[in-house]
């Protein structure tokens, strides 16, 4: 699933090819809120992300919005950019053309991709963007002290922090030589403070990472290839050397160094 620095440098490729542009035919296989009347004939004004959703703004400019697209991906929705007129296979949820020229494609085999019109309750109840000046250690640590349950379920709760999943908590942990597994409220407080700072340091990482793996595409790119403990069962560790290991939390895969994480 892509998680908050994939859907950063998706955000980012979009609006650089669409932004500006104006919607000049929608198809969706759910119509919601008479979404294809309100999105045609305007322009593309912004795309912000929260979380793991995409938020699309149309209207004349950004001071006249006329509609708001909210888009999640979910496990397996994909978006590509592909020229107008093609033919649309029947896994296409969603597609936008603009300017009569391409169109930005939502394609889901497993048909979980969600989109509406307007904001919705899913956003209110997000928790605190990771790199937003409100995610201080002291405002990380009182959650952390007051929780209950494992440490990593806990990172990944959106209500939590918003946009944190399972690859780049992985890489968190690992970074902050914390046990995925370990009680949160057990955690020292430098062992919390460690945790705040890694979590602000992996985020950008990740970011330039998969914009260097993906440059201007419009793709999300999920090999993942730059990770350190993620999907690496089996190798060695690349700080202490000893053999990753694969386990699962709370249904979650999940990759760890048993000697450097504690
Ligand atoms: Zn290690």
């Known amino acids: 699933m892509p998680e908050l620095p994939d859907l950063e440098v998706l955000k980012e490729n979009i609006w650089r090819h669409f932004g500006g542009q104006t919607v000049s035919d929608v198809y969706a296989r759910q119509e919601r809120g008479r979404l294809v009347s309100k999105l045609k004939n305007q322009k593309l004004a912004g795309i912000t992300r929260r979380g793991k959703f995409l938020i699309f703004a149309f209207g004349q400019n950004e001071a006249d919005l006329k509609a708001e697209l909210?888009?999640?991906?979910?496990?397996?929705?994909?978006l590509s950019v592909e020229a107008a007129g093609r033919a649309r296979p029947g896994t296409v949820l969603l597609a936008l053309e603009f300017d009569r020229a391409e169109e930005l494609r939502l394609t889901d085999?497993?048909?979980?991709?969600?989109?509406?019109?307007?904001?919705?309750?899913?956003?209110?109840k997000l928790g605190l963007e990771p790199l937003s000046?409100?995610?201080t250690e002291d405002w990380f640590a009182k959650r952390v002290?007051?929780?209950?349950?494992?440490?990593?379920?806990?990172l990944m709760k959106q209500e939590f922090i918003a946009g944190l999943?399972?690859?780049?908590?992985?890489?968190?942990?690992?970074?902050?030589r914390i046990d995925p597994a370990r009680e949160a409220k057990k955690l020292g407080a430098d062992e919390i403070a460690e945790l705040h700072q890694a979590i602000k340091k992996v985020i950008p990482w990740g970011i330039a990472?998969?914009?260097?793996?993906?440059?201007?595409?419009?793709?999300?790119?999920?090999k993942r290839v730059f990770m350190k403990?993620?999907?690496?069962?089996?190798?060695?560790?690349?700080?202490?050397?000893?053999?990753?290991?694969?386990t699962k939390l709370q249904g979650r895969d999940t990759f760890y160094c048993g000697k450097c994480q504690q």
């Open 209 to 222: 990472q998969v914009k260097k793996s993906v440059g201007a595409a419009i793709k999300e790119d999920e």
């Open 145 to 154: 002290q007051k929780s209950r349950g494992r440490i990593k379920p806990l």
């Open 133 to 135: 000046d409100d995610f």
């Open 70 to 78: 909210v888009l999640h991906l979910m496990l397996n929705g994909r």
């Open 229 to 246: 403990v993620y999907r690496r069962a089996g190798q060695p560790c690349p700080r202490c050397g000893n053999i990753i290991k694969e």
């Open 109 to 124: 085999q497993t048909f979980w991709a969600k989109y509406w019109l307007g904001a919705n309750g899913h956003l209110d």
């Open 165 to 176: 999943g399972n690859a780049y908590t992985d890489e968190a942990l690992f970074a902050a």
